[in-house]
């Protein structure tokens, strides 16, 4: 590892550029909000971190390392620092094993480093002090290359659309027959979304849940394939999505890990039925024009119409707000969730 291979004043630069360059690129991919911290606060946070962090490390080797390795571990460890902190409840594991991964390395490398024999014993305390600055100049590069262990996956994850989370409830078929996905027959998980049951869990727990509702939902509407249930952080305003290419619906990881049942199982009920939206729209392309004209088929055109240029709000919340599948996919959320805590209120009643 060479150590000056930059003037001071292009170094630096590098610093600034670069660290700006990925703040954007994290916040656009991998920004979440810190646990029990808002948006805003946690934005603030990872700022005053970047900052300090890259102005110290620049400090540290601005004399006698300043090369591209240093930048890289540079602008690194802030990013890898805060993502620790920000994930560790969603990716216990990975976020584990990264650290122990870092440390171990740490370790071995200061063993090999401080025992290696030292032949000028009268030197034996600078040696030492020369042995401690270059395991440590060397053990941030170490952590900092450690540490992708956490970033690559979570990148790679959201990149290609894999969620945070996934519900480890098996979605399914509708098969209306059945008594296994009824309110009635899952009640017990129903009462989940009480809200002092809700905030008690975590956020597998909650998602696995939200499975077994999705999977209600799918008998009640009569949706003739599965529906994949994840997390991802999704940002701009919006809690949650459909997408019918590959019949997913994804919710926001913060929407549910700081919302209320309610609001979370309303963004799980409206998603539902764009999907059943979806299915009136490929059942209308398949049926004879004498049978186009059915009630079941009254707001099809629309469906079709928006969903070929869906206004996603971003231009005009009014835009999006006001189309025909957004007021009927709300209205029914609100009556669905209405519905399952009317079963609630009942069965305490009883």
Known sequence: MKKNTMSLASYLAYQVIWTLGAMLWYRGLFFTALPGISVAL?????????????????????????????????????YELYTIFAYYIYLPRLVWASVAVSVVMVVVFF??????????ITERKAIILKRLKNVFMRSRFIIAMCLLILIVPIGFSIAFGHGLLNTSVES???TRESRDWTIAYNMDTVLLLQEEEWSQLDEQEKLDVLGVIANIEIRYLGINHELYLKT????????????????????????????DAYEVLQSLCHE?????????????????????????????????????????????????????????????AYNSVNDYYEHIEEYFAE
């Open 172 to 174: 399914v078929v509708t």
């Open 232 to 259: 991802a952080i999704i940002g701009g305003g919006t809690l949650a999505y459909y997408d019918d290419m590959n019949y997913e619906i994804v919710i926001d990881i913060d929407h549910l890990r700081d919302d």
């Open 111 to 120: 063993v090999l480093a401080m025992f290696m024999p030292i032949k000028n």
């Open 272 to 332: 539902c039925y764009h999907s059943y939206q979806h299915q009136l729209i490929e059942l209308y392309e398949s049926t004879d024009d004498e049978y186009k004209g059915m009630l079941v088929f009254m707001y099809v055109d629309a469906y079709i119409e928006e969903f070929a240029d869906y206004d996603d709000g971003e231009d005009s919340f009014w835009g999006y707000y006001s189309q025909v599948s957004e007021i009927m996919a709300r209205s029914y």
């Open 42 to 78: 946690s934005k603030t946070i990872l700022w005053v971190m970047t900052i300090v962090l890259v102005a110290v490390g620049s400090l540290l080797t601005k004399s006698r390392w300043r090369n591209w390795f240093s930048v890289v571990v540079n602008i690194l460890l802030p």
